[in-house]
């Protein structure tokens, strides 16, 4: 908690965090912790405003930071069938209680806890009417949704707030959806399909129990993401650029659809190791290339690189296709990363805006006449999505936009968030009715996170 707060990403935290406890505590301890963690982040405005109403001088980090988990189950409706609240004021007592410097506040976190629990009905009530405490979201990055979405934000925002389904991509050089669903009921496992390639999983599962994860049947990847691949219609013998390619999802459904040439090229040579492992797993490493005693036609390389400066790595030989799935804000990811929201700042966004025209601009050269560029962000920002798509339309004469969803937002459960019914998905363009002619998107019933796609032929 204390990293996250000091801008550290959440499963960083945790990895450290959990490198430091005893080798022998149970994994459902871990398991236990991680739930917190991730609870605390989702409820994170809400805690910290209860804190500074009950507290008059601020204590010590860890006690604040003890406060805000034990709160963040306290407060939380659903949260009350895994943790009863008797158990949770008896547990943050004994854990501040066991920490030496901070014993002294074991009184203080106790009556902290209980007084909530006397008035937790109009404290909470109290609570909505500050909208970083009723919505869980920094002030900026809420205006800065309801100036984008102004008849959706609210449900945009509480869209965020709710865990994502487990979404599985059916490799389809393996296995299809239906086939698939079938060897799930074999296992009593419940699952929907979603869209072409997706099954969303009825109850989250560790991917070592997922049937066929390990050998590559399946991959997890959510039903938006699945889109890029879709769209990309890639065929068989063309060249292929995914230029921001860690950890290699977007890459890994790519290699599944045909016999394509690829480079995955990432910047970052700790993300591009899992790229690797992802191909390893898929079937797709050069190793396993060489002993296919049939050569494959499909070819897979891993390159580090900036993908905005080809010079240290272009060969020469222009692409059929460029995936540009760009660095964003992630705001349309929140509900997987609820970190993210309080980790960005506003500054941030204008910087991801120079940084992707950068590498759009880069890419864009490197398209042979006839080829395709898909434009990627996983944002719900119009300044990162359709504000972008407009500048590149109209910076690039040789550009021609072609179909593609445009903004995704975030929905849940078939309920695309709020507004009018845009048919396939909840496609939408800020502050106007128009939408692109949706190319295949996930079915009415999806269940998917925020994207912006937008595609373009180079003349
Ligand atoms: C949105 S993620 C890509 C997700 C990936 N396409 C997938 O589906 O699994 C963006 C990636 O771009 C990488 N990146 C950021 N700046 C880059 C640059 N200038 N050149 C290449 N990769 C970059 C990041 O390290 C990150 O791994």
Redesign the pocket.
Known sequence: MGAVRAGAALPAALTSAFAALPHDMAATARGAVQDIAYRTMRRLGTVDWLIKQRVSKAPPPPVTNLLACALALLVDDEAHAAYTPFTVVDQAVRAIGARRDVAFAKGLVNAVLRGFLRERESALAAAQANEVARWNYPQWWIDAVRRAWPDRWQAILEAGNTQGPLTLRVNARRTSVADYLQRLGEENIAATPIGEHAVRLAAPLPVDRIPGFMAGDVSVQDAG?QI?AQIMDVRDGMRVL??????????GHLLELADIDLIA????AT?AARIGENFERLGFSADQAEDDAQHPAWHARVVI????APASWFEGELFDRI?A????SASGIVRRHPDIRWLRRQSDIEALVQ?QRR?VDALWALVKPGGELLYVT?SIFPEEGEAQASWFESTHADAVRLDAPGQLLPAADGAPAGGPDYGAASVARPDADVQHDARPVPDRTADHDGFFYARFQKR
Request: glycine share 14%; charged share 30%; hydrophobic share 35%.
């Open positions: 993401a890029a995914d230029a921001c390619a860690a950890p290699g999802g977007k890459s090229l990432e910047s970052d993300r690189g900036d993908a905005g995936l799935d760009v660095p964003c940084e590498i996983c």
